[in-house]
């Protein structure tokens, strides 16, 4: 054995033979072992005869030394020792009178008798295989010590490849499976060295002594390193952090990740958790500096000038993309997280039975999206015919849900529509403003819009026919990619068909929600998409999307566009984890059914006559 020192390994220490353990060359304390094995074996009339194969120079770190050159003479033992390496056979050579050759042969030509009484094996990586051999060719050694790999687990049966050039070594289980097969015992172990007796002897000398002969047992100590995972994908390391025969080398942990440390997350965590704010506090602080402060149009209290900055901002924004980030709502923060969070307990945690008790005859589809796209929507709103059919506030079945769930679900969800009309109305106001300013002709079209509110005890919020959808987005089939590599959408390209559409949605990222880059483009085939981004948690001041839809970007001849969304997978084992089921409150601001429109073209109609032969032409689009 190459002397080596396992600095990383425990102590050994043995529960079947406490007190045997003592070296005089031996290195874990074998030669102590190797006596008292002998000692409880009747007294031998002839000399003992063993074998050691690696005997290196005869002496260090040696086995068979205290036995054959034993300070009482009586107790001498013949031997043959075996050593591959020169310069350490020359040094044996001198030490021993010598004898050259390969193991069966040597033991064969040397009348090492078939059952000579111990054999040390030691030659660093065949060592299981010269003692299969052995055991093939007939000999029966009383006492066999082999040596393993102590890095190898326990439980592993791992067999080096027969070949002198192969440095592997074997592991215990390896020896103890070979052993057993051919009558041996598993009697003690030291850090790397097994010590086997044949079984007959074991019966009769060792039982009392060592009751139980397993590996777990016998085999207390291992010099292995463990490699475990933590929740959030990094690999740690237990146990010896060096390599054992290279020691130079540490076994380093920051070599051995698989998990990029920026994807580096719990997949299944609430998207709400402190790890992601903090993770994503840089991200969130970008998305907020890019948000438009619409409080001046949310408050009565705002500085001089505040409004006119605010509309020309929100125009020139939705000018250009038909999207736009606002804050300063007023909404509080909480408002929106519970929305939220019964959104999601609803769409995503609820047993099915739950949105069942939803449904009504006229299953609301918004119509203007293919129907395979559409995913669970609960509409809640006023009452006015929505896109196709007629919905208005649906509540789940108590009965089925519970009563806490329901109640919680129908304030936080109606504390959320009441508070974000009301926003919807102002933004509005300020939108409509923003385009007025830079073309006054387009006043009249907009006055639909922007009704001066007469009845003060009204609530602006019941002027309109506004629905609330929540939307739920989970992991599925479309997270495949198709042929061509590409995954379809969710929500299929499309533009809203009312006047804007206010939305807010969590980090679960299963799915995004993409905006064409050209707001004019009419193609999804050719159309460049950007993410539309919020930030990981609403904030005591929400951000909110607004996005211009049909009736507004008509009325406003198209000063401000609706512009091409869509909602696509984000695809499993990409550069992020997705599993994150995501939801999403979508405000579809409308206007009464029965107001009148005049559009910049002249044309006078109702918002439901104008509504309707939008999703006419919609629906033959789709036909096509
Ligand atoms: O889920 C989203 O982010 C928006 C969905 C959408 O565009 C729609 O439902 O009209
Ligand atoms: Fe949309």
Known sequence: MTPAVFEDAMVWSSTAAPNSARNRTSQHGEDGIIGRIFSLFPQSPTPRFCVDVGAWDGKHLSNTYSLLCSEDPSMKWKGVLIEADRERFDELRALHSPINSSLPKILQRNSVPKDLDFISIDVDGTDYWLLHDLFDAGWRPKVVL?????????????????????????????????????????????????????????????????????IEALHEVTTGTELYQLYDGTVKLHGCKRMLWHRSYAIDETKLQMVPSSERGFPFAPSSNDESIHQDDSRDEQIRASAINIASYCTDDFEDGAREKCRAKLYETLMTSGFALIRGTGMSGSTCRDCLRSAKSF???????????????????????????????????????????????????????GEKEVEFFKTSIGDYYCGLCKVAESVLQAICEGITANDPKLKKPLEAIVKPCNDSNKPLSESHTSILTLLGYQPGTRHKRGSKGFMKPLVAAHTDVGVITVLLFDSGECASL?????????????????DVDLPSIPADDPIFVVNVADCLSELSAGAVRSTLHRVVPRPFGDSKICRAVRTCLALFVGLEPNDCLTLPSGENMTYEEWRKKRIAKATSAMKE
């Open 347 to 401: 769409l995503h945690e609820a047993d099915e039975a739950v949105r069942r008790s939803t449904l009504t005859k006229d299953r609301a589809r918004r119509g203007y999206s293919p129907i395979c796209t559409e995913n669970f929507a609960s509409l809640v709103g006023k009452k006015g015919p929505n896109d196709l059919v007629k919905k208005t506030n649906v509540w789940p079945d108590a009965t089925v849900w």
């Open 514 to 530: 993409q905006r064409a880059e050209d707001a004019s483009s009419a193609d999804p085939e050719n159309s460049t998409w950007l």
């Open 146 to 214: 082999i040596e393993f790999n102590p890095t190898m687990p326990i439980d592993l049966v791992y067999i080096q490849p027969r070949s002198d050039r192969v440095r592997h070594g074997s592991s215990l289980s390896a020896l103890v499976e070979l052993a057993n097969k051919k009558g041996y015992t598993l009697v003690e172990t030291t850090l790397f060295n097994a010590f086997f007796v044949m079984n007959e002897l074991y019966e009769d000398h060792l039982a009392d002594e060592v009751h139980d002969t397993s």
